[in-house]
């Protein structure tokens, strides 16, 4: 099964509307966190925003939050006041607790092609 | 401060050969890991290094080898090429904790293809 599932290849969204690019996990574990990335045409990945599984609060970072929903194994990103900029590929990965204290793997989702237009 | 960086940016290589890719963690980082990225796919976990030592592994066969280095740079290298490792080679560099905060920071990513 899928640990990290992003159902939407791509998405459009008009200048300074916002967008939610959707993001479902699978884990038993209690203590995890979740990461979105962003990747432009150059390749790198960009570090956006981070939400711990105990967070009470829905992580933001400037015009990035993080819709988390614990119940249903969701962390969506949402973009308000989409730029030009914005385009690019967007990652969901998450860290589980089975490799704290040893390796801290990611493990991403497959994407989601983010175009925003005029 | 000093972000992640990564050499060669391009590499082509043919199927049969080895190759080593390079990677400066970030400053102030200790732990570097590496994921291949094949076109369309998300990253895939290589391995993790810490203090010099391989600090878990991916599903990767053992002719991706790696090594870190006293200033916590690091390399990745893969013997016997095949024309499936063309991929996107991404480090990310970390400072290791002990629970699942630590943010990886990635570098721009060396691109490998093999004819």
């Known amino acids: 099964a899928q640990k990290i599932t992003q159902t939407q290849p791509g998405m459009f969204v008009q200048e300074k509307e916002a967008v939610t690019l959707d993001c479902t996990y699978d884990t038993s574990d209690q203590s995890y966190g979740l990461f979105w990335y962003k990747q432009p045409s150059s390749g790198e990945m960009i570090f956006l925003i981070y939400?711990?599984?105990?967070?009470?609060q829905n992580a933001t970072e400037g015009r990035y939050s993080l819709n988390f929903q614990k119940a249903r194994k969701s962390a969506n990103l949402v973009i308000s006041a989409s730029q030009l900029g914005d385009s690019a590929m967007y990652f969901c990965a998450m860290r589980e607790e089975e490799h704290t204290g040893t390796a801290s793997k990611l493990t991403f989702g497959t994407g989601t092609r983010l175009q925003v237009t005029l | 401060e000093t972000g992640v960086t990564q050499s060669p940016t391009h590499l082509i290589k043919t199927r049969g050969q080895q190759v080593t890719l390079r990677c400066s963690s970030q400053s102030g980082h200790n732990t570097v890991s590496w994921y291949q990225q094949a076109l369309g796919q998300g990253p895939q976990f290589i391995f993790q290094?810490?203090?010099?030592?391989?600090?878990g592994r991916g599903n990767f066969p053992p002719r991706f080898s790696g090594l870190q280095f006293p200033n916590y740079s690091s390399e990745l290298n893969v013997n016997a090429l095949e024309l499936d490792d063309s991929a996107l080679y991404l480090c990310?560099?970390?400072?290791?904790?002990?629970?699942?905060?630590?943010?990886?920071?990635f570098g721009p990513g060396t691109r490998l293809t093999v004819l």
């Open positions: 939400q711990g599984s105990y967070d009470e």
């Open positions: 290094y810490y203090r010099e030592e391989e600090n």
């Open positions: 990310a560099s970390s400072h290791f904790t002990t629970g699942p905060t630590d943010t990886q920071y």
